[in-house]
């Protein structure tokens, strides 16, 4: 019912820059609101972790590891989030994950079915070398 399409991964010295962007769509019907909106980090034997993320009324929440070098942000008409991520450090290595729980409206306008979903993504690699 949900997809996700990120982009923006890949390899960067130590110092440097990405921005990842993923963007939702329905299979059917419409988005009509999105309540979480964000991205995760894991690495081969660990549990995969917040690294950013918006909520439904605007709020961010970041990594402590993170915070004040990576900035979220979204744009609601593209349903898409973006994370700009500077100066980065060999441990922010690893697969990025975009997570979004959000409300599908389908049926007629007059009397929408509302189903709420959560979906991963498939993941986009970051490597970030000493």
């Known amino acids: 019912q949900v997809q996700l399409a990120e982009s923006g991964g890949g390899v960067v010295q130590a110092g440097g820059s990405l921005r990842l962007a993923c963007t939702a769509s329905?299979?059917?019907?419409?988005?009509?609101?999105?309540?979480?909106m964000g991205w995760h980090r894991q690495v081969p034997g660990k549990q995969r972790d917040l690294v950013a993320t918006?909520?439904?009324?605007?709020?961010?929440r970041y990594a402590d590891s993170v915070r004040g070098r990576f900035t979220i942000s979204r744009d609601n008409a593209k349903n898409t989030v973006y994370l700009q991520m500077n100066d980065l450090k060999p441990e922010d290595t690893g697969r990025y994950y975009c997570?979004?729980?959000?409300?599908?409206?389908?049926?007629?306008?007059?009397?929408?079915?509302?189903?709420?979903?959560?979906?991963w993504g498939q993941g986009t690699q970051v490597t970030v070398s000493p």
């Open positions: 997570y979004t729980d959000l409300n599908i409206n389908r049926g007629p306008y007059y009397r929408p079915i509302t189903d709420r979903f959560d979906h």
């Open positions: 329905a299979a059917s019907g419409t988005i009509s609101s999105i309540n979480e």
């Open positions: 918006v909520l439904g009324g605007g709020g961010t």
